[in-house]
């Protein structure tokens, strides 16, 4: 009879461990496996899903429709010409409508949409089109080349849905990012990638760049679309691709939101975006070993030009001279400075340090509005 009662606790002891560990793996079960991934995880056999991330930021992306009419000169006949025994050519013209399409992305209940420079760039009409159907005239309120940015207004009844502000600043390598656009004119198309790098520059989109890449599927018609977080923030606004003409793939860029909620307040308030100038082009001081080592191997940039009477030459700047500091913030890379002067009001007075020959300079120089041009001007 003891032996059959310690069997008995035997048994019951195990049978109750046993039935502890199921409960424990029914908790983890429900909670879908949940991690950091910021991700949203459904009830039924974890399932990974963003459809609610989608759900809140997709209705306020729309569909960019631009048309151009362009004149085309072509021979349209003939004409004998008695003289020289030869038949004169006669020029006429025709017209053709270029049709492009793109996407945007809607900031205000009023109608402003946040898009690409480069997709309404010359348009004669714009039309968009809205997540629910809906068709409306655009105009242009502004526009940016040097970001690539532009700002639309439409009219349309009834407040229009908004998107929920992201920080690209937060964005680490690794996270997801959905890209919400008008791909070859599909509509309504979501891709997911993760962000595969973040401040990339020197890539020709624009003049400031400071540029989130991701492998989320960007293609023709998801330029000024928006790139979200998993929570359906907008972090970005897709503007290039690398594609397969330099056989890449999965390689896509969007503009980071703080840059373009800068440009979009600036266009809304102004109508244009006013940025500073020394009236001097730059290059990178490590093209130059010997430059670098006379100033102590301290990183600048080298002025490689000097407009007549722009601030630059009125503080006495040279070419070859090494620059290492902008009012009181040091010069780490060529991208950076050019925001730096980007940044300051037209008016202000820095100091600034450089190094010729060896010799470290200060001086002081009025930075000026910047003139829009295609080459860089810092």
Not at 173 to 186: E, F, K, R, S, Y
Not at 196 to 202: A, D, F, V, Y
Not at 283 to 297: E, K, M, Q, T, Y
């Amino acid at each position: 009879m003891n032996r059959l009662l310690q069997t008995a606790a035997y048994v019951g002891k195990f049978s109750l461990l046993g039935l502890a560990v199921a409960a424990v793996a029914i908790v983890i079960a429900s909670r879908g496996g949940q991690g950091a991934g910021g991700g949203a995880e459904g009830a039924a056999g974890g399932r990974i899903s963003y459809s609610e991330a989608v759900q809140a930021s997709a209705p306020a992306v729309v569909s960019v429709y631009t048309s151009t009419l362009l004149q085309q000169q072509r021979i349209v006949g003939f004409a004998r010409d008695p003289q020289a025994n030869t038949g004169v050519p006669i020029v006429g013209r025709r017209y053709l409508n270029q049709r492009d399409l793109g996407s945007g992305v809607i900031v205000t209940a009023d109608g402003s949409i946040l898009t690409n420079n480069h997709v309404i760039q010359g348009a004669d009409s714009i039309w968009v089109g809205f997540w629910d159907g809906r068709l409306g005239r655009a105009e242009v309120v502004g526009s940016d080349p040097e970001t690539d940015l532009a700002v639309l207004r439409v009219t349309m009844e009834g407040p229009l849905p908004t998107i929920h502000y992201g920080r690209s600043s937060d964005l680490r390598v690794g996270d997801v990012v959905l890209a919400i656009g008008n791909p070859l004119g599909l509509g309504r198309t979501v891709t997911m990638g993760i962000v595969s790098g973040t401040g990339r520059s020197g890539l020709g989109v624009s003049v400031y760049e400071n540029l989130i890449q991701t492998d989320a599927a960007i293609n023709r018609g998801n330029s000024g679309g928006a790139l979200v977080n998993a929570r359906g923030d907008l972090v970005g606004i897709n503007t290039a691709t690398i594609g397969a003409e330099n056989n890449a793939d999965g390689i896509g860029f969007a503009i980071p939101i703080e840059t373009a909620q800068d440009v979009l307040q600036q266009i809304l308030a102004n109508g244009e975006v006013v940025r500073g100038s020394l009236g001097i082009e730059m290059v990178d001081g490590r093209f130059s070993p010997r430059i670098v080592a006379l100033a102590g191997n301290r990183p600048g940039v080298i002025v490689s030009e000097i407009h007549v009477n722009g601030p630059g030459h009125l503080a006495g700047l040279e070419p070859g001279d090494y620059l290492t500091r902008f009012g009181d913030t040091p010069v780490t890379n060529i991208q950076d400075l050019y925001r730096t002067i980007a940044d300051t009001a037209p008016g202000t007075r820095v100091e600034l340090e450089l190094w010729r020959e060896g010799q470290r300079i200060t001086t002081h120089a009025t930075v000026v509005k910047r003139r829009v041009a295609p080459a860089a001007e810092g």
